[in-house]
């Protein structure tokens, strides 16, 4: 652990700044002209910088950027991540219910697009929301499902982002093993791929398993390390997350006027900000600690906590998103069915393109041998007779299914329908049948003619 430790010193000593706000007309140009479907995604993905994590209305402005663009294009990659970049906005906002809307699309969308990084990028963005309500199993849910996607994706930038963010769920929800695990993962994703703008996150949580572990020293050195990535950049929201985990460690061993300055800190770096709703937690511990000994201070920061809550948690967007999520997963469900569906009829497409083979090559077999090894009539008619009925019944089962659907499976019509066919067929079955075999057995005659006739010619000249 120490290592560890050492190792992330060493690239929080690195990261003195956040890098500047990408080009987006650049890249979108990039975008427009490149072929290759991994390295387009490789420059949408370029757009997800520190910005996106603390400026909604640069992520908002970003996604309108994309979203237009994407419809000049046709592309469902472009449309996932435009409504990924417009979920994070209004999330970030604190608009849950027009984020989820957003991110919902973004994940219709790269289910279309079929690109598994996309896929998992449009997920992990949508289990935020649920994080942020506490919503922990349906979070931890999306979160392995896009981290089981960006696994079997291409873009190596994404597979950090699920086990980074399932490592601070865990935390909350005190699976501290699996806390860590995923922790240890997204650090070995950053130093891979060299990607330090979610450091200061990844340090929070490894401060609150530590923390929580009672490693008192290990767990105020990764809040230090995480308040230091932030310091100095605009990365407020970061900041805050910092200095709430470490008011929660202090309050967590006792030290009450450590927790009171960095949860009232928590609060002054967010204050009159878009990112206040992030005072509740910093606001819930000062209300817990005045509570016994400052009235005044007491309900100051409990009007703070319900403001910020109120924010989050009213009733009715409660109720809001409680439908928005229970029409995703009968979507899910619908896309579910629909993959059975395809799977199915691909089988049968298989077995039809099996079966439509077999027959040819029976066919083939039989017009080839009935020529020189077969040379029993008899047995040339019952073979054009099996042949030609395995044509007429191959056309007959393609034909069901369509003939199901133009007469809504009605017993009269289908019957109907397959009289009509058969009084087509039988009368074209037989002259097809009699042609056939008359001219093979005739062939066949005049093939045994001219053997006889040679082998009567071989005796006589033996003779």
């Known amino acids: 652990m120490k290592k560890t430790l050492i190792l992330f010193c060493f690239i929080a000593c690195m990261q003195t700044a956040y890098a500047q706000k990408p080009n987006v007309d650049s890249i979108l140009q990039k975008v427009a002209i490149e072929k ?57 906002l604190g608009n849950n219910i027009k984020a989820l809307d957003y991110h919902f699309k973004g994940i219709a969308a790269a289910e279309k697009s079929r690109n598994l990084s996309i896929l998992a990028f449009a997920e992990n963005q949508a289990a935020h929301i649920y994080r942020d309500r506490q919503e922990y199993d349906k979070a931890i849910s999306l979160y392995l499902s896009a981290t089981a996607h960006a696994d079997k994706g291409k873009n190596e930038k994404i ?8 490592g601070a769920t865990f935390l909350a929800t005190n699976n501290l093993d699996s806390s860590l695990m995923y922790s240890q993962r997204c650090y070995e994703n950053a130093l891979r791929v060299k990607n330090t703008s979610n450091l200061s996150f990844l340090f929070t949580n490894m401060g609150g398993v530590h923390s929580k572990l009672g490693n008192a020293p290990l767990a105020v050195s990764y809040f230090n390390m995480a308040i230091n990535q932030s310091l100095g950049t605009s990365n407020i929201r970061y900041l805050n997350l910092a200095y709430t985990g470490l008011a929660d460690h202090y309050h967590r061993f006792k030290q009450t006027d450590s927790c009171v300055f960095y949860a009232k ?32 201070s007491t309900l100051k920061y ?33 896309v579910a069915a629909e993959k059975i569906k395809e799977e199915k009829q691909r089988k049968q497409n298989i077995q039809y393109a099996l079966i439509a083979l077999g027959i040819l090559t029976f ?42 659907r133009i007469t809504h499976h009605s017993p009269v019509l289908m019957l109907l329908a397959l009289v009509c066919i058969a009084a087509l067929l039988i009368p074209l079955h037989h002259k097809l049948e009699k042609w056939a075999t008359h001219k093979l057995v005739e062939k066949n005659k005049q093939i045994r003619l001219a053997n006889a006739k040679k082998t009567i010619e071989e005796l006589e000249k033996s003779e």
């Open 265 to 296: 800190k928590a609060i002054a770096v967010v204050n009159n900000t878009s990112f206040f709703y992030l005072s509740s937690k910093p606001a819930q511990l000062l209300t817990d600690i005045y509570e016994k000994t400052n009235c005044d």
């Open 159 to 166: 597979k950090g982002w699920g086990p980074l963010n399932l």
């Open 36 to 92: 290759d479907e991994d390295k387009k995604v490789d420059l949408l993905v370029s757009l997800v910088t520190a910005e996106i994590n603390n400026n909604p209305e640069w992520a908002i402005e970003t996604g309108l950027k994309l979203l237009n663009h994407s419809k000049k294009e046709n592309n469902n990659i472009e449309l996932s991540v435009a409504y990924s970049f417009l979920g994070q906005g209004y999330r970030l």
């Open 363 to 404: 066919i083939i077999l039989f017009l080839a041998l009935s020529r020189r090894h077969i040379t029993n009539t008899k047995l040339i008619q019952f073979l054009g007779v099996v042949a030609l009925l395995l044509v007429f019944e191959f056309l007959n089962l393609l034909l069901h299914p369509f003939l199901e």
């Open 302 to 334: 409990a009007k703070v906590y319900k403001t910020a809550a109120d924010s989050l948690n009213s009733s009715k967007a409660n109720q809001q998103i409680q439908l928005m999520t229970f029409e995703e997963d009968l979507r899910q469900q619908e």
